[in-house]
């Protein structure tokens, strides 16, 4: 069963800093182009970083370019979102997923607030 959980969220006063985690199981890791999306309230959800299966290859969007860093560690099946100078903007539920050929594959979310 594939089953992809994220923690490390919470509550950060702006320009503070989290790091998010989303550990995998039931399915290959090492072979998924793998994910980070955000959903604040009342907008739809938004790509916000990518990572290839190497872990050479990263996108990010243009609003968190210079202040968030994604990165894999195969060997643990677990996927990272480094946040840095965090803004209020910032504030939304984040998931991670797994994405292949054969479909896409979400976590659950996990929540973080930026709030002084």
């Known amino acids: 069963q594939v089953q992809l959980v994220e923690s490390g969220g919470g509550l950060v006063q702006p320009g503070g800093s989290l790091r998010l985690s989303c550990a995998a199981s039931?399915?290959?890791?090492?072979?998924?182009?793998m994910r980070w999306y955000r959903q604040a309230p009342g907008k739809e959800r938004e790509l916000v970083a990518s990572?290839?299966?190497?872990?050479?290859?990263?996108t990010y969007a243009d609003s968190v370019k210079g202040r968030f860093t994604i990165s894999r560690d195969n060997a643990k099946n677990t996927m990272y979102l480094h946040m840095n100078s965090l803004k209020p903007e910032d504030t939304a539920v984040y998931f991670c997923?797994?994405?292949?050929?054969?479909?896409?594959?979400w976590g659950q979310g996990t929540q973080v607030t930026v709030s002084s």
């Open positions: 039931g399915f290959t890791f090492s072979r998924y182009l």
């Open positions: 990572i290839g299966i190497a872990g050479s290859t990263t």
């Open positions: 997923s797994a994405v292949n050929a054969m479909g896409i594959h």
